[in-house]
């Protein structure tokens, strides 16, 4: 079979690699590629129908983040979510959002402030994906607005990667309802537009240490379950 990659310009084949990249990273963060799957390049490349390169150097790229491992002379694996490691990315984050929160309410604009009034009300039909959805879009939207680029690109890296444990949580536990954490983000929201920065750092560790207290009850349910 002659692929048509094969014959694409240099611009075409990056751009292909990206695609592949983009999609299999999605796939794994939404657990759609559950943790534990087993995953290999000649079914990739059949899947995207192209040739095992720029599989690879997806599935490279991808170990290289941490959500693949490699099994020798077997293939790969979908990499699994370690109770431990999501506690650890739960602290990284408490301590970043602080500092990130103190950049906001020291230097985000009122208008820039004013946008995060689309986060005070939560309505499941106007988020494709649910709740899960509407809340990485507010804490994503919090990064940007810190105006640090370095942080904000460790900020929505760790929120991606703690995705699938949000997603493995909600598939262990019943959803409750949103509106608890709906008011805790319409609190962050008051005290940033309110430039009080010590009470916005308080209320952004709250959140994010209280996340992670749902999310390691959730898996460590799911792990006594299996």
């Known amino acids: ?115 995060l009034n689309a986060f005070r009300h939560f309505d499941a039909q106007a988020w494709d994906g649910g709740f899960i959805a509407y809340n990485r879009a507010f804490h994503r939207c919090l990064a940007q607005l810190g105006a640090n680029i370095r942080m904000r690109d460790q900020l929505i890296e760790l929120i991606d990667l703690m995705e699938r444990a949000v997603h493995m949580s909600v598939n262990n536990i019943h959803q409750g309802d949103p509106n608890s954490l709906v008011k805790e983000h319409g609190e962050l929201i008051d005290a940033l537009q309110a430039r009080e920065v010590r009470r916005a750092q308080r209320l952004a560790e709250q959140h994010v240490v209280a996340a992670g207290k749902r999310v390691r009850n959730a898996i460590s349910r799911s792990l006594i379950a299996g």
């Open 1 to 115: 079979m002659i692929h048509v990659t094969s014959s694409l310009p240099a611009a075409g084949s990056r751009l292909l690699r990206e695609t592949v990249y983009e999609q299999l990273r999605a796939d794994m963060i939404s657990c759609k590629l559950a943790p534990g799957t087993e995953i290999r390049e000649a079914e990739l490349a059949t899947r995207f129908d192209m040739s095992k390169s720029p599989v690879r150097d997806a599935l490279m790229r991808l170990e290289r983040e941490g959500l693949v491992i490699t099994l020798p002379r077997q293939g790969y694996r979908v990499a699994p979510v370690s109770l431990a490691d999501v506690l650890d990315m739960f602290h990284l984050r408490a301590a970043l959002e602080r500092a990130c929160v103190e950049r906001i309410a020291h230097h985000a604009s009122d208008e820039q402030l004013e946008e």
